[in-house]
């Protein structure tokens, strides 16, 4: 059984940073790509960026510039370093992994960190 389990998120003020932790554990085989969606409410789930094993890396606009998603491979764990937060980045943030286990390739996702953006 795989596991995604996020860390990091919190109460901050806009303009300032906060940086998400996401670990996978469990009967992985390889993992193939993680990324980091986020859901406000009354709006629909939207991605907030992607990594591959390989590093390669996908942003929107409303978080590039601003925002860095990183990975240890050796930790199956994924960061996002997020900066210059606007009250509009509030939203329950979800760590997701593309990966093969036993079961074969399929994603995962972790139970979700709240963020919010406030003075």
């Known amino acids: 059984q795989v596991q995604l389990v996020e860390s990091g998120g919190g109460l901050v003020q806009p303009g300032g940073s906060l940086r998400l932790s996401c670990a996978a554990s469990?009967?992985?085989?390889?993992?193939?790509?993680m990324g980091w969606y986020r859901q406000a409410p009354g709006k629909e789930r939207e991605l907030v960026a992607t990594i591959t094993a390989g590093g390669s890396t996908n942003y929107p606009d409303s978080v590039k510039g601003r925002f860095t998603i990183s990975i240890d491979n050796a930790k199956d764990t994924v960061y996002l370093q997020m900066n210059s937060l606007k009250p509009e980045d509030t939203a329950v943030y979800y760590c997701t992994a593309d990966l093969s286990d036993y079961e074969g390739r399929q994603d995962y996702w972790g139970q979700g960190t709240q963020v919010t953006i406030s003075s």
């Open positions: 469990g009967s992985i085989f390889v993992i193939n790509a």
